[in-house]
Structures are given as C-alpha cells and as structure tokens.
C-alpha cells in the first residue's frame, strides 16, 4: 500500500454547514421542486445523529476495510479483531484473485458472506469463496436467481450445511467490536440493482456504507425511511454510474470519503461525470480502483486512515476538467440543475426570472438531459 491519506472526524464547522446547505438545495430540485423554501429549511438541518448501535472498541482493537480491486465488479473485505465478513465477490473469474487475497491476509474463516445482489460482478466469486473458506452465515435479497453464477453459491453454501438467508431490515451483528446493520432495502423492486443489502457498519465513532449496485429510486425510499444514513465512508453505488448516488441521498449521507470499485476503461463509461460532480458538490474525497488498485480504510475507532496501491493524487480522481488537471473546490459547490416547462418546452437556470409555476416544472440535471428531451434554452436565462 503506498498512498495513505489520514481523516479526523469532522466537526460542524461554517464549511460543511455551507456544504448542508449547497447540497440541500440540490435534493429540493431533486424532490420536484415543489414548496421548495420548506424543503430547503428541513434539508439544511446538520444531520440527525445516528440511531445504530454502536460498541466501543476494547484496547488492542483493530478494523480494517479493503475494497479488493476486482476490476468492473465489487468484493470488499471487513476484518475486525481478528474475525473477517465479505461483502461480494467479483465476477466468476476473480473467485481465484479474491481467495488469493483473503488467504494473504491471513482469513482462514468468514463469520457472515453476503451477496449483495445477483448480478455476475457481484456474486460471481462467492462459490470459489464458499468452496475456499468455512462460514458461519450466508446472506442475499433472495435465495434463487436463474443465473449458474448465483446456483453455484447456492450450491456450495449448502454444501457446508448453512442456507442461504434473506436477512430483514433492522438485523445486526456483531463483527468482533464493529457492529453492522442491515438498512435496506426498504422495499419491493423490480430492478435487480435496487435489491442490493445496504449495511451500514460501525466501528467506534467511525461509519461507513456498503450500498451495491442500488440506484436512486431506492436511495430516495431509504431517505424516506429514516435509516440512519450519515456515515464517514460511502462505497459508491453502481460503479459509480449516474443512475445512482443522487443529491438526496448524498445530502442525507454526507460522506467525507467515496469508494468506486471500477474497471480501468470499461464498456459502461464508469465512473459517469453526473455521479462524479455530485460528488464533487458534495465535497467528498473520491478514491477509484481504476485508478489507485486495492484501497485499504483502517480505523483506531475515533479516526481512521485511507491506502491504497498506487499513488494517485485527488485531482486525478475525480477530476474537474477532461484532461485530469484541475479539482473543483468543495468550499464552493456547482449545482448543475435546469426547469424545464413542460408547457413551452423551454427549460431555465434556477434562477430564471421567467421560471413556470410548480405545476409546470421538470427537473433536468444537465443541460444535455434538457435538449435531448426536446427542450430549447430559455432566450434570457441561457442565451
């Protein structure tokens, strides 16, 4: 591991509360843009404090989080206290990488496996896990899925004597101190992607988010829910596509540090541009396995420490301009958001003197989105 960035928890300082307020503004466009002052004043509230249990680590304690660089997939490793729990496993041909790199890290047991959702980027190396490695509990949204990938972890979970189990919303465990909770999701979907097992794990004073592949519609129903969402580290959803990761479930996780578990020059276009400036206006620090290989989080419980393989500075990470050479500054967010009238077809910058009633309005989160939707630029506002 080379490059290594240290975090202190963060105080309410003018900044963040800047930050709050730039970011609440976005999830009101988000929202509809209906009774917009309210939900702005609701919105820029610091964040409530978390609800989940929370266990202070014992002296010689240790936690790490090692998101496994598997490519255009996801596996992340926690260890705490000498106990181990997978989340994910890559596609079918990193089962081998994956079982090479818990061994080098000295698992020889993992107390829970979960499969965050069925798609091959996700489930793929769990049979090689399973096959490789004893395991208390195995988890997933659902216990059949017509793919050999998911059959194949089915089949050898059961071959250790366990089922696999769809865990309910609200159950805990414990990882030696570390305690991780099931948020999401909060409801029934039709889309693979937005039935991926949201955990949400505490260590100390420290927090992170395991969200898979769940896109914004279930990020806005676990908004809705009241999970307690605020939380330090954030594992990107999607690959950091823009379907996920919008401003209102930004703006109720608020997290200092975002994890892309990407392939380097995928098919997909990953990481897109519209997840990666609202990131940026969220003013989080991003780190992409693409680019900086395996990223190792570590925490003593009050602080904790970010590493990774390769040394690449934070403006190549998510950079500001094309070329990688320039960061935007989170002590200044861009919101990129445009109304639309659904009645003359012409959409406006927020701040348009000429915006149409409530009723009328579409949100558009670039200016792209607006013309290919076959609206023109307002003649005042945009020229």
Not at 23 to 29: E, K, P, S, V
Not at 69 to 74: K, T
Not at 178 to 201: C, E, F, H, K, W
Not at 257 to 271: L, Q, W
Request: a negative charge.
């Amino acid at each position: 591991m080379k490059e290594h960035r240290s975090h202190q928890k963060r105080p309410l300082t003018a900044a963040l509360f800047h930050r709050i307020t730039a970011l609440a503004l976005a999830a009101a466009l988000a929202l509809g843009l209906t009774a917009c002052q309210d939900a702005l004043g609701a919105l820029a509230q610091p964040p409530a404090a978390s609800s989940a249990q929370t266990v202070q680590p014992a002296d010689g304690s240790s936690f790490s989080m090692d998101f496994i660089d598997v490519g255009q997939a996801l596996s992340v490793l926690i260890t705490c206290d000498g106990q181990s729990m997978l989340y994910d496993g890559g596609n079918v041909e990193d089962g081998s990488l994956v079982v090479s790199y818990l061994q080098g890290k000295g698992v020889t047991r993992l107390e829970y496996v979960f499969c965050s959702h069925a798609h091959e980027d996700h489930v793929g190396g769990l049979a090689a896990v399973m096959a490789a490695f004893p395991a208390g509990h195995a988890y997933a949204p659902v216990t059949s899925a017509d793919t050999k990938c998911f059959e194949d972890f089915v089949n050898y979970t059961q071959q250790q004597g366990l089922t696999l189990e769809v865990p309910a919303v609200g159950a805990t465990w414990q990882l030696g101190s570390a305690t991780v909770r099931l948020l999401g999701p909060v409801a029934q979907y039709d889309d693979t992607n937005d039935t991926s097992l949201v955990l949400r794990i505490d260590y100390g004073e420290t927090s992170f988010l395991l969200t898979g592949d769940m896109e914004q519609d279930a990020e806005d129903d676990l908004v809705a829910s009241g999970a307690p969402l605020d939380v330090d580290v954030l594992q990107v959803g999607h690959h950091g596509s823009e379907t996920s990761t919008g401003y209102v479930f930004l703006n109720a996780v608020l997290p200092e540090v975002g994890v892309i578990s990407v392939g380097e020059g995928n098919s997909y276009g990953h990481p897109h541009e519209a997840a990666l400036s609202r990131l940026r206006d969220a003013g989080v620090d991003v780190w992409r396995t693409d680019l900086s290989g395996t990223i190792r989080i570590t925490s003593d419980g009050t602080n904790y420490a970010v590493a990774s393989d390769k040394d690449v500075p934070p403006e190549q990470q998510n950079p500001t301009l094309s070329d990688g050479s320039g960061q935007q500054s989170s002590s200044q967010p861009a919101i990129q958001a445009y109304i639309g009238n659904i009645n003359s077809k012409k959409f406006h910058l927020p701040s348009c003197a000429n915006l149409p009633d409530p009723a009328n309005q579409i949100l558009f989160s670039s200016y792209e989105q607006a013309v290919q939707a076959g609206y023109e630029p307002c003649g005042n506002c945009l020229g």
